[in-house]
């Protein structure tokens, strides 16, 4: 009887509880203040929270009583794509306003009806503000259902403190050069390049990779088949790179071991976007000023060019409600105006896709706007004009080919294969 | 009296305690290397990551439960694997108890429809669960986990209690039925007692699982209030750099309950799951 008594309390406890839980979504009181739930993968130690939280706090206190935005925090990057694409599929919009990254594989959720198109809805002035290659890349069969926000150029990062440790103080101006400058950096026992083939996209190698094809093969290589002369080119000479101008670990090397090695002075050389020059254990080694950014050397009939991507494209649900339409609107142009993109970019350092008159005032990340600016033309990387699929797949077959089970033609092969047309 | 400490005792005896200290590295190594370099800085990590401190970086510990809200997030995550242990619990006692000791038509078909989860990867429920949470309106509710985690653990809970409910003596249910049992008190004082270290098995599995998820929990929450601790981890990772030495002091934090209830278990866990595997 005891024991029955006991049961009943349990149960008697639980069902009590149990609406402790409900919460946030259930108020059904009318509501005058529009709230706007924002999915900002811009928080925790990003570089452009602080000024991202700041921007919203403003707005908010601006909008009171009609407008509030509530920041919705993604840790994770990876997880937040798949829940993106997961709510999709579920005929729902992961919150009112989200970021993705627009590549061929988030292209296609232009189809979705899901996803406000600006192109409707953008007047003149609000457009002359963005950079128009950068609205144009963002613009899928005349439809714009996300808003080019933070880009990104993906140079070559050399430290200088090395190469003049091995005899060399100016950046190579051809390819034989390069190799030369390497092979004096071999011989003082230091490992030329950061390479690695693991991860998901093989991020430092896949960045030299991309270089190569556009020298190649041009501006338009991504639009070629994968089994085009210039990509065998390129896996030639990145398969050269990984076996004899890299560290010993680089086939199945992570992103945090390739950044690593450079930041502990173990290599020369490293390829990554401008986001890393604001770390703090990057300004905490002892090469740090003598960091020099730069292109490619000259290695084919492409020169003076710039590896580029847009790294975060901004959406919107769409909504049958005008106040509410018109209201994340009017946040997506206050979040997108020169004012708020010259505070994010002064605490991060990060490039955008909107003109404002912004020089930052570190030096490295000063270099990244000089190279910008001075390229003749830009291409995308491999993941950003291939999309993610394709960019796994030459991830996966990238350590085969360093460990000689394949060859740069059955490489090339191999990635075609995965390209949808 | 001969010897037991023949040449081939001792190479047995010496290959076997090489094996279980091999094994025993293997194991605890990770922990403690994640122990370490939860007090290093991320640039020694970058730089040597097998090394020792020169400073240990307590401040690590402060800045994962100030920075990611951690105390909140743990507060969710024991509301969350507890009341769904306690909801998977009775759940699986009640379906356990009526397929292992009650007869009628299509029982079998049951138990292997609820059972066949086992093998379904729960990545595959991602867009039905999304449904199902957002229209039923508990998206970024507590209440939603619970409830995911508990049905995810049905399959498991149900296969190990059965089992274990299967071994009790029919002769037992028996002898309550002559002493006057009905059929609540036949499950509430013979079965269920006796299906104590069964169900703690179950009750196990359902909480390392509820306190480890994550996919589910980025998918169903996104609001700290509704969030669990596995998601205050990987806040420290953003788009481009990861905070190691945080996270790693993050991940100790979060494995201290469920390491803890497994030593303050251990016993029960593994009775639970020999008994259930033995024929009475």
Redesign the interface.
């Known amino acids: 009887m005891l024991?029955?008594l006991k049961?009943v309390v349990?149960?008697m406890v639980?069902s009590l509880t149990?609406p402790l839980?409900?919460?946030?979504?259930?108020d059904t009181a009318p509501q005058k203040e529009i709230e706007l739930?924002w999915?900002s993968?811009w928080?925790?130690?990003?570089?452009k929270?602080p000024a991202v939280e700041a921007l919203v706090a403003d707005y908010n206190a601006k909008n009171a009583g009609k407008i509030k935005v509530?920041v919705?925090?993604q840790?994770?990057?990876n997880?937040?794509e798949?829940?993106v694409r997961?709510?999709l599929?579920?005929?729902?919009a992961p919150?009112d306003i989200f970021t993705i990254k627009f590549n061929p594989t988030t292209a296609t959720f232009y189809g979705s009806k899901l996803l406000m198109d600006f192109s409707t809805t953008m007047d003149s002035d609000w457009k002359a503000t963005f950079d128009a290659g950068s609205l144009q890349q963002s613009t899928v069969d005349g439809m714009l259902k996300s808003l080019p926000m933070e880009t990104a150029i993906l140079p070559l990062w050399y430290n200088m403190d090395a190469f003049n440790k091995a005899g060399v103080t100016t950046l190579p101006k051809t390819l034989d050069e390069m190799f030369a400058d390497f092979d004096k950096v071999k011989a003082i026992g230091m490992a030329p390049t950061s390479q690695m083939t693991g991860d998901t996209n093989a991020w430092t190698s896949m960045i030299w990779f991309s270089h190569f094809a556009v020298a190649f093969g041009g501006t338009d290589v991504w639009s070629k088949p994968f089994t085009d002369p210039a990509f065998v080119q390129a896996a030639t000479l990145i398969k050269k790179m990984i076996t004899e101008y890299s560290t010993a670990d680089a086939v199945g090397l992570g992103a945090?071991g390739s950044?690593?090695h450079f930041?502990?002075g173990r290599t020369a050389v490293f390829s990554n976007?401008p986001?890393?020059a604001g770390?703090?254990?990057l300004a905490?080694?002892p090469f740090f000023s003598s960091i020099k950014i730069a292109g490619l050397p000259a290695a084919g009939p492409t020169t003076d060019f710039m590896i580029s991507r847009l790294q975060?494209n901004i959406c919107a649900a769409s909504s049958k409600d005008k106040a509410k339409e018109a209201a994340i609107l009017d946040f997506m142009k206050y979040l997108t105006s020169p004012a708020s993109i010259t505070k994010i970019a002064e605490t991060s350092g990060a490039m955008f896709a909107i003109k404002t008159d912004y020089v930052p005032k570190q030096e490295l990340q000063k270099q990244f706007y000089t190279a910008a600016n001075s390229a003749k033309t830009t291409a995308f990387d491999l993941e950003a004009a291939m999309g993610s699929e394709v960019t796994l797949e030459f991830a996966q077959q990238l350590g085969a080919l360093a460990l000689g089970k394949i060859t740069p033609e059955e490489f090339c092969s191999l990635v075609d294969r995965k390209i949808e047309r | 009296m001969k010897s037991k400490q023949t040449p081939t005792w001792i190479i047995l005896n010496i290959l076997k305690w090489v094996l279980l200290i091999t094994l025993l590295a293997v194991a605890v190594l990770p922990v403690v290397w994640l122990l370490i370099s939860s007090l290093r800085?991320?640039?020694e990590?970058?730089?040597?990551?097998f090394g020792w401190p020169e400073k240990f970086q307590w401040k690590n510990y402060l800045t994962a439960l100030s920075?990611?809200s951690l105390p909140r997030l743990l507060l969710n995550s024991v509301?969350v694997a507890a009341?769904a242990v306690?909801?998977n619990t009775?759940v699986t006692a009640m379906g356990s108890f009526i397929l292992s000791r009650e007869q009628f038509k299509g029982r079998d078909v049951i138990y292997t429809i609820l059972t066949a989860g086992v093998l379904v990867p729960v990545i595959s429920f991602?867009?039905p669960y999304?449904?199902l949470i957002?229209k039923t309106?508990l998206?970024?509710?507590?209440?939603a986990l619970?409830l995911v985690y508990t049905a995810v653990n049905i399959p498991v809970s149900i296969f190990l209690v059965t089992a274990f409910m299967k071994s009790i003596p029919k002769e037992l249910e028996e002898a309550s039925i002559i002493d006057g049992c009905g059929f609540f008190?036949r499950f509430?004082?013979i079965i269920l007692?006796l299906s104590r270290s069964g169900l703690v098995t179950a009750a196990t599995f359902c909480f390392i699982y509820s306190w480890n998820e994550?996919?589910m929990a980025?998918?169903l929450t996104?609001?700290?209030?509704?969030r669990t601790i596995q998601?205050?981890i990987?806040?420290?990772?953003?788009?481009?750099?990861?905070?190691?030495s945080s996270m790693y002091a993050a991940v100790i934090i979060t494995i201290i309950p469920s390491v803890g209830g497994y030593i303050f278990l251990h016993d029960k866990i593994i009775g639970g799951l020999t008994a259930g595997g033995v024929k009475g």
């Open positions: 024991r029955n049961l349990v149960l639980f149990f839980f409900a919460q946030g979504q259930s739930r999915a993968i928080v925790g130690n990003d570089s929270a509530v919705e925090p840790p994770d990057y997880a937040y798949q829940k997961t709510s599929a579920a005929g729902q919150a945090g950044g690593g930041l502990a976007g986001w890393y770390r703090a254990d905490a080694t975060a | 800085t991320n640039l990590l970058q730089v040597s990551p920075m990611a509301v009341s306690i909801v009775i991602m867009v999304f449904s957002t309106g998206y970024n509710h507590l209440s619970v008190r509430s004082q007692p994550f996919v980025m998918l996104s609001s700290i209030e509704s998601l205050g990987k806040f420290f990772t953003s788009q481009f750099i990861t905070d190691y």
